[in-house]
C-alpha cells in the first residue's frame, strides 16, 4: 500500500517501541490505531519478534538511477546516516531498517522529522536532517529504497 513501510525484518525493539507509540497514541495512524488498540506488552512483544523474523525484501524492483542513487549515497555518508542504521542500513536496536524500505514512505518520513511533523519521533533525526533540502531527501529515499 502507498506510504505503508514494510515492517518485515526490522529490528524488533524498533517494532516493539513502535507499538508502544501507536498504542499509546504518542504517535498516531488511522491504520494503525484499531489494531494495536488494547495489546498487552507481552502480544507487542510476540507481535515484533514475528515481523522481526521475516525476511526483509525490497519492495520494488526498479533499477536505481545512477546519478539519484549517487547523490543519495553520498548525502547519506555526509550525514553519518550509518552510524545508527549501520553500514549496510539493515538497522538495530531501536534504529528501523532503511534499505530496501518503499521510496515514498521514507521520502516522507524523512521529510516529517526534518519538519517536525513526526509525534513521537527521535530529535536527533530532525537534527541530522535540519536544513536538508526536498531533493536531497528524495535522492537518499531513492538510494535507500534500492538498496539490498
Do not use: W
Not at 23 to 48: C, H, Y
Amino acid at each position: 500500500m502507498p506510504g505503508v513501510p514494510s515492517i518485515a525484518g526490522q529490528p524488533q525493539l524498533f517494532l516493539e517501541t513502535q507499538l508502544v507509540l501507536f498504542r499509546e497514541e504518542l504517535r498516531r495512524s488511522p491504520q494503525m490505531q484499531p489494531a494495536v488498540n488494547g495489546l498487552t506488552d507481552k502480544e507487542i512483544v510476540r507481535l515484533a519478534a514475528h515481523y522481526a523474523a521475516l525476511p526483509a525484501r525490497p519492495v520494488t524492483s526498479e533499477p536505481p538511477d545512477p546519478a539519484r542513487a549517487k547523490q543519495g549515497s553520498a548525502l547519506a555518508q555526509k550525514l553519518h546516516c550509518g552510524s545508527c542504521h549501520l553500514s549496510d542500513f539493515r538497522g538495530q536496536k531501536q534504529m528501523p531498517r532503511l534499505a530496501g524500505q518503499r521510496e515514498d514512505y521514507l521520502d516522507e518520513s524523512m521529510r516529517a522529522y526534518r519538519d517536525n511533523r513526526r509525534p513521537g519521533g527521535d530529535t536527533i533525526m530532525a537534527a541530522a536532517l535540519y536544513g536538508v533540502s526536498d531533493a536531497d531527501i528524495a535522492a537518499m529515499a531513492h538510494y535507500l529504497s534500492r538498496l539490498r
